[in-house]
């Protein structure tokens, strides 16, 4: 019973608490608001409701996939784990670079449409975009360098639970865009945006390190 409590500890925790920071850091959901409000300028609140919701799942199911099918295409391109953290962590940095030295302009370049938006902008790229598909499947690798079945599965577990929360957070942002939009204002997203920006860039750097100390390692 010890050994379990503590494998939940250092194994399922670790991965869970590691992984749901990295993600709500990267998916940064406060920053979807302009975009998310610019596309449903001209919707009822039942649809806008509905493309939230639709939205979440599509990310969840895209982030899922990832988490676990990520191992297998790297095999099947040849790709190191250590190239891909060293790659996921260059992307996470500059996209990280750009929210804390840019201004968060996306929602100028949304147009107003009263059709379907739940996959194509706001799941894919927006939600599940390059920076967090590709923190997932840098998490993925980590997990299968585990040489022990049950911290594989509690691995998987905790960052497949970050994954759900993240989209459900994502989502109860989205419900209640335009509340926060006015309760937040302009000018304290973009500060938020900007401390999320910097996050990354840590992040980033991270998963720089740790790729490198794979390579080194001659993974």
């Known amino acids: 019973m010890d050994l379990l409590t503590s494998l939940i500890h250092k194994t399922f925790v670790s991965f869970f608490l590691g992984s749901l920071v990295s993600l709500l850091t990267i998916t940064n959901p406060l920053s979807k608001i302009p975009l998310f409000l610019s ?3 001209n919707m009822e609140e039942s649809k806008r409701n509905q493309q939230a919701r639709k939205a979440c799942v599509y990310a969840f199911a895209i982030l899922t996939v990832s988490l676990f ?3 297998f295409i790297l095999q099947g391109f040849g790709i190191s784990y250590g190239a891909l953290r060293i790659a996921g962590g260059v992307t996470v940095a500059i996209l990280g670079y750009r929210m804390l030295f840019q201004s968060n302009n996306e929602h100028s370049a949304a147009h107003h449409t009263k059709g379907e938006i ?3 902008p706001l799941a894919l790229p927006s939600i599940s975009g390059p920076g967090s598909i590709a923190v997932v499947i840098g998490i993925s ?3 299968a360098e585990i040489n022990n ?3 594989e599965i ?3 577990g905790g960052a497949l639970l970050s994954i759900f929360l993240t989209c459900i957070v994502m989502w109860l942002t989205l419900r209640s865009a335009q509340f926060a939009s006015r309760l937040i204002g302009r000018e304290g997203m973009d500060a938020l945006g900007r401390l999320m920006g910097f996050l990354l860039v840590c992040i980033g750097v991270q998963f720089i390190g740790s790729g490198v100390r794979t390579f ?3 993974t």
């Open 118 to 120: 739940a996959f194509f």
């Open 39 to 41: 596309l449903t300028t």
């Open 149 to 151: 079945n049950v911290k």
């Open 154 to 156: 509690l691995a998987y």
């Open 141 to 143: 690798t980590e997990i």
């Open 216 to 218: 080194m390692a001659g």
């Open 69 to 71: 099918a990520g191992v």
